[in-house]
């Protein structure tokens, strides 16, 4: 059964987006809430989670400068370039909206490329080819902690969704094995200030925005713990 009968899940990726531009994590988790409704839960927990995608912009691009707004091919061809200014903090976004795209009920779906650093506006500037050796090297490193996280975690396949915090800038949640009781917490943090998660039973930081491990959600930082 090596299979997965699924689809696109662009209810999130919407979400998302509006969430990185508006900082409503109450909307987002609106969002979230009707989707785990209307699913049946099979769906839910098969649907592929994309920010980017061979019809939309690549979400690297979207994040560093937005998104094509109505331009044509000929306006988005001449403006197809990210400054280093603009790449690092579409890097930087990305990471954190990765976290959520791995993370939320449902199946991560990395658009290729996205974890080497590829960017572009809408087709045919999301399918450029892959950047054999001259891949982003640090960012290829972070896809692959937030796979190796979820590979430990199996139950995360159809593990119950807790809120914990949405508010704001500020969205933390909780995935819980409803047989066994393990849990994993995940936070994203887009507001100017830092949030102390010293209420949360999770000491197991896995994976966080800042170099030292600590409990706590930097400004626009995240973090992954049990």
Request: charged share 25%; proline share 4%.
């Amino acid at each position: 059964h090596n299979t997965l009968d699924s689809a696109m899940n662009y209810v999130y990726k919407d979400a998302l987006f509006a969430f990185f531009e508006n900082k409503h994590a109450e909307d987002l988790l609106e969002t979230i809430f009707r989707t785990i409704e209307n699913y049946p839960k099979d769906n839910l927990d098969a649907m592929m989670n994309m920010i980017s995608g061979h019809d939309i912009e690549r979400a690297l691009t979207r994040l560093a400068k937005g998104g094509a707004n109505g331009h044509d091919r000929y306006w988005q061809a001449a403006n197809d370039h990210l400054s280093d200014e603009e790449y690092a903090r579409g890097v930087h976004l990305l990471k954190q909206m990765s976290v959520l795209q791995y993370f939320l009920p449902g199946n991560p779906c990395l658009y290729y490329g996205d974890e080497a650093g590829v960017y572009g506006f809408k087709d045919p500037h999301n399918r450029k080819t892959y950047p054999w050796g001259h891949e982003d090297t640090d960012l290829i490193e972070f896809y692959r902690t937030l796979g190796a996280i979820r590979k430990a975690h199996p139950f995360l396949k159809d593990a119950r969704f807790v809120p914990v915090m949405f508010h704001g800038g500020i969205c933390v949640f909780l995935r819980e094995d409803e047989k066994t009781g393990q849990k994993l917490y995940v936070g994203v943090n887009l507001s100017d200030s830092t949030f102390d998660l010293d209420f949360v039973e999770g000491d197991n930081v896995l994976y966080t925005s800042e170099p030292q491990k600590v409990k706590k959600l930097v400004p626009k930082g995240s973090i992954i713990m049990e």
